[in-house]
Structures are given as C-alpha cells and as structure tokens.
C-alpha cells in the first residue's frame, strides 16, 4: 500500500509539474492578449469582452499543450468527445474568469483596466485553473489509476500479494516458449501402472 501511495503522489506531481507549466505559458498568453485589448481596442469599454478573446486564445494553446504532452497517455479514441468535454470544462472555467471581472467592474465598481486585469487575469485564471484541472484529470481525460503508465506494476505486484496468484512471467527477449519448456523436469511415469500387465 505504501508503494502503491509513492508511485500515485510521483504521478500526481509529475503530471501536476507539467499542467502547471502549460498552465503557466497560457496565462502569459491570457495576459498578453487581454492586456493588449484593454489598452487599444477596448480600452475605455467591452473589458468583458476583452477578457473573452483573451481566454478564447489562451483555451485553444491549452489545449493543443495539454493533449500532446500533459494528458498524452490519457487522450480519448473518440476525439469528438473528447473535444465536447474539453470545451465544456473550458466554458465553465471562462464564466468563472469573465464573473470575477462582472462583479468587479458592476458590483464593486472598480472600473480601470488594472483593477480588472486583477480581478479577471490573476484571481478569475486562478479559480478557473483549479477547476480546470480537475475537470480535465476527472473527466475529460479519466483513467483508472491502475491503468496510469507507471503505476500498473504496483497495482499488480500488490494484487499478486492479496490474491495469493503469481503473476503472469513473460519470456526474456530471445527466449522462446519452446525452450523455456525444454527446462522444465519432464514427469515421472515410470510409476504410473501398465493397462497391460492387467
């Protein structure tokens, strides 16, 4: 059980290593676009929409990063489903950017593009990144933990172990079923009764 807890905790961080980094590349692109439109196309109004197009480019780089390389392993065979799901989880972490820019700029009234760029940018990206996440480990791209690259052998050395059954021994490379048989002690007949001495 505690191998089996080591080899989960390294594939959550790992994986976890790599959604932060692709996490971390499309908020500077979230930024850059958003930063830009509020200060030349939307720079008096239409902050909202600013947000909008910014996390539109942001959304469509994390998902070419995240399905080639976080979630390369786990990528669904129906890639229209998958894709549903992507989006799906994506529109639900904008509304929740695109709210946190809503109650700033109607409700508390905070009206400069930096008081929105805060509340959008650094805390909207930051709520809508946690539910991403597990939207995407829990949903989009599922997998039994068993079947997890990396963590299959321990879930099988430790259902060895309860079940009392011996795994399953594969032959070394360059080594045929034919000659691993040879090996094994022929059985002993010699005691076995003749049908015709009777």
């Known amino acids: 059980m505690i191998n089996r807890f080591k080899a989960a905790w390294h594939l959550f961080v790992a994986e976890l290593m790599k959604f932060g980094t692709v996490g ?67 529109a639900i972490g904008m509304l929740i950017e695109l709210a946190c820019v809503g109650v700033s700029y109607y409700v508390l009234h905070l009206t400069s593009p930096t008081a929105s760029f805060v509340s959008g940018t650094i805390v909207g990206t930051a709520l809508g990144t946690i539910f991403r ?32 059954r011996l795994p399953v021994v594969k032959p070394k490379a360059g080594e045929t079923m034919g000659a691993r048989k040879a090996q094994e002690p022929e059985p002993d007949t010699s005691r076995a009764e003749d049908p015709s001495a009777s």
């Open 133 to 164: 996440y597990f939207a995407y480990r829990f949903w989009v791209y599922a997998v039994e933990l068993d079947d997890e690259p990396g963590f299959a052998p321990s879930a099988a050395s430790e259902l060895a172990a309860i079940t009392g």
């Open 24 to 90: 971390g590349l499309a908020f500077v692109v979230n930024a850059g676009v958003v930063w830009i439109l509020m200060h030349t196309v939307f720079q008096e109004e239409g902050h909202v929409k600013a947000k909008a197009i910014a996390t539109v480019v942001a959304t469509l780089f994390s998902w070419v990063a995240n399905r080639y390389w976080t979630f390369r392993d786990k990528r669904q065979s129906d890639t229209k489903r998958e894709l549903i799901q992507f989006l799906i989880a994506n």
